[in-house]
């Protein structure tokens, strides 16, 4: 029987912090991204560091219109609310933020090394196991809900998904405390987001890279009905993912759906 008793909500709203976070904790939601962008319509508008955190999601959102599995008592389905003053060509680079923030995060309680997929994936042996949504809310006061859900404890996934997802309890085997991950989770966004806005996005760029097996493979990057297969080289100071193509032509990509291959 799943239930929310690793979910310690009164120890992450002590965390230690120089930001200043108001957390609040749905045992139920339709998703954590849509109840920020709902506040966000209403007035006053929420503040930046609002945090919505949920014990499940009955339609979570991932990227390109996917849903995302949000059982009760097993995933961490978190989003925050940041106005960042970015230009709107910077804001991709956020979803880099995110990704990093996860992946160290998410190292904290595994021995093997999860891996990032440009933009916004983290694969741990191959399989899924969290991903990154980044909304931007541009009325009024500019904001970005990022939007994180990692597969903790689950032990099974509906049968779509079986074979491409996993979580950190079948690939470690023990049972992981979800107040402990969300804790390294946010303490890894606040020192990510503070270091981006003090302007050091080569070093983010330089992180990111640390923490993935993308670059120098053949990729096909799909980007709406364009598709481009060509080498992955880096990413670019804008996050951008740069691919070279068998003339030695250079292309950055802002967007797209990459596949090995
Ligand atoms: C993806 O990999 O496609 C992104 C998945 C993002 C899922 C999280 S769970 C918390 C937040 N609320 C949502 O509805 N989606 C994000």
């Known amino acids: 029987m799943p239930n929310s008793r690793d979910i310690d909500l009164s120890a992450l709203q002590n965390m230690p912090s120089k930001t200043k976070r108001q957390w609040r904790f749905l045992a139920e939601t ?8 709902r506040r966000l319509a209403k007035h006053p508008p929420p503040e930046e560091g609002l945090i919505i955190l949920a014990d499940s999601q009955t339609d979570g959102k991932g990227r390109l219109g996917r849903t995302w599995h949000s059982a009760p008592g097993t995933g961490v389905y978190i989003s925050t609310l940041i106005r960042p003053n970015l230009t709107p060509e910077q804001l991709p680079i956020l979803t880099l933020m995110a990704g990093l923030a ?42 970005v809900i990022i939007g994180i859900g990692i597969n903790v ?31 390294q989770l946010i303490t890894q966004l606040d020192f990510q987001y503070s ?30 009905i364009q598709s481009i297969t060509g080498k992955a080289i880096r990413l670019d100071n804008l996050g951008r993912l740069v691919i070279v193509n ?16």
């Not at 491409?164 to 085997?173: N, V």
């Not at 080569?202 to 992180?207: D, E, M, R, S, V």
């Not at 003339?247 to 990459?258: H, L, M």
């Open 102 to 143: 996860t992946v160290i995060a998410v190292n904290e309680f595994t021995t093997n090394h999860t891996q990032l997929k440009w933009p916004n994936d983290l694969l741990l042996n191959g399989k899924k196991i969290a991903g990154v949504l980044c909304e931007y809310y541009p009325k009024n006061i500019p904001a």
């Open 30 to 37: 339709d998703s954590t991204n849509a109840e920020i962008s």
């Open 153 to 183: 404890n689950q032990t099974q996934f509906p049968a779509d998904i079986k074979e491409i997802a996993t979580s950190l309890k079948l690939e470690t085997g023990e049972e992981i405390n979800r107040t402990a991950l969300i804790k």
């Open 195 to 224: 270091e981006l806005k003090k302007h050091k996005v080569g070093t983010l760029i330089k992180n990111w890279t640390s923490h993935t097996d993308l670059f120098g493979k053949t990729i096909t990057l799909k980007k709406s």
């Open 246 to 261: 068998e003339s030695g032509e250079e292309t950055a990509f802002d967007s797209g759906e990459v596949r090995l291959g």
